[in-house]
């Protein structure tokens, strides 16, 4: 499959982050829910591996803060994680709610025919497997679709040169906390088709450079009206925020 095309472009201006923000338990399939019943079309979500290799949606590298499980992620098999309950924590309107995977949330964009960013979240260790295997699974649930493929993003050089090697004709976008010297190289030497930033380091000189390697440019996570509006004001290609109620997409 040849590399992306720098001109392509899978995604709206507006992205619900971890499918519905703070409104409903994030990176579930209730969230996706929620978010397009507020009319937005893209979604941000965070994938990783059980230890048996399935690629499902979860942030953080234990399972605490976000479901009733204890420890690392990593080191349990789906057919554990599919128990969790992972909606308690947000809300006894939510209780049951399961992890989801990849293959689930993937068969609710494509029947919706909504767009995805899936944000690579390895856990350390991982990183060039989880690109490697979420990316070639990702190309096989779009493949034959028609709709535009996901966008794969990572804080990991590592893991988006794995998702390179798993599926390089998806598109791919270097995630920034910080500016760090060298940071274009990098994204060259990956060969990304956007750059993601935390939004308090976006500007007009970030977003010419990105425009002088024909590379797109994102936020996140964008939640207050002034914040958005000097964003807009700058030509930025994408959104990702929590308020979802506050924001109406395009």
Known sequence: MPEPSPTAWPLPRWIAHRGAGRLAPE?????FRLGARHGYRAFECD???SADGVPFLLHDTTLERTSNGLGRAGDLRWSQLALLDAGSWHGRRHAGEPLATLAGVAAFILRNRLALNIELKPVPGQERLTGEVVAAEAARLWAGSGLP???LSSFSPVALDGARQGAPGLPRALLLDALHEGWPELARGLGVQAVITDHRLMDAGVLA????????????TVNETEDVQRLLALGIDGLITDAIDRHAPD
Not at 27 to 31: C, G, R
Not at 209 to 220: D, E, H, K, S, V
């Open 209 to 220: 450079t990105l425009r002088a390697q024909r590379w797109r440019g994102l936020c996140y």
């Open 47 to 49: 994938v990783k591996l």
């Open 149 to 151: 493929p996901p966008l």
């Open 27 to 31: 990176n579930t399939l209730a969230a």
